[in-house]
């Protein structure tokens, strides 16, 4: 069984030996059931598909939950965990395993804390949101995630990171008329109309926004480009998949129709695919604020999206905090420095005992 009230580290190791990749996450959903039910008291525990889930009830005055996902992408042949110079290497050791293990450990050894606790391990989290285990949890659970201040263990390396950047992609499209290369003037190549896009995203500028002292820089970039028949045929049809990371402060609608301002003019068609909100930091909110006291003031923007986005729909302060360099993670040398996991277990030790 999972040892919640030992070595954090080992606790860390123990859960990367777990193979757990999305949709493969019974296995460690049951462990960490089984040892929340062993070595935990005061804690209400259920189990939603491949998410565990546990809360008291004490009737503090304020809830504070703590989310961390299951789930790893595919390993790289960096499984089993490894030891070395005071790192740990495996598949999810940074992303988020050592989150998880920082959670789980607290949960068994802070014995009075001040603020009722809420833990939420879910599944699927690395694939598309549409499997997201905590997006299952809130529409069969909602109850689950209320809370004063959600705290996501995604590896920040010890910084508390606020909010988050959305996201929106779309898909930039060109039309012509095809014909054979031999005779290019009697077509109209699509992808040579692609030249005017990339042209307007060579030259795009992207802003900084400060929001309650963190500054998010955002960018619009072209991710894939498709297009062609064949070696000899002038293309009727070429795309660009554009991929635009906005500050919170946007919408998704505001941030598509600034994507719509960028391209106008040009003759192409733009059709979104895939968007997420990002997520306000919060800060001014006291259970927020109390966190980064707790972390010695050290807090920055969060680039990327991440679940917060979802706690911050629900008018609650949401904020990534956990140790591990999120720069590392997916590499197949991912890996956690020891120190961070015992500096990030001390630092919410103080926060959760007050």
Known sequence: MLDLRGDPVELTAALVDIPSESRNETLIADEVEAALR????????????NAVLAR??????????????????????????RREDGLLY??????????????????????????????????CEEIDSAANGLGRIERELPEWLCADVAILG??????????????LRVVISAHGTRAHSARSWLGDNAIHKLGAVLDRLAGYRA???DIDGCTYHEGLSAVRVGGGVAGNVIPDHASVTVNYRFAPDRSVAA???????????????IEQTDAAPGALPGLSQ??????????????????????????????IPALN??????????????????????????????????
Request: glycine share 12%; with cysteine.
């Open 321 to 354: 905090y956990g140790p591990g360099d999120p720069n590392l993670a997916h590499r197949s040398d991912e890996r956690v420095v020891a120190g961070q996991i015992a500096a990030a277990v001390d630092m919410l030790r103080r926060y959760l005992s007050g």
């Open 154 to 167: 995604e590896p920040t390396a010890g910084y508390v990171e606020a909010g988050c950047q959305g996201t």
């Open 90 to 123: 495996g598949c999810g050791s940074a992303d988020m395993k050592s989150g998880d293990a920082v959670f789980l450990h607290l949960a068994a050894t802070v014995a009075e804390p001040v603020h009722d606790l809420t833990l939420v391990f879910y599944d």
């Open 255 to 269: 941030a598509l129709q600034h994507v719509h301002e960028v391209f106008d003019g040009l003759d192409v068609r």
């Open 286 to 315: 006291p259970a927020a604020k109390a966190l980064v006291d707790a972390a010695g003031g050290q807090v920055r923007a969060k680039y990327g999206w991440t679940d917060v986005s979802r706690f911050a729909a629900r008018g």
């Open 38 to 49: 062993a070595q935990t008291t005061g804690f209400d525990i259920i189990r939603n598909g």
């Open 207 to 209: 802003r900084s926004v």
């Open 56 to 81: 008291t009830c004490r009737s503090r005055p304020s809830r504070v939950l703590l989310a961390g996902h299951l789930d790893t992408v595919p390993a790289a042949g960096n499984l089993p965990s």
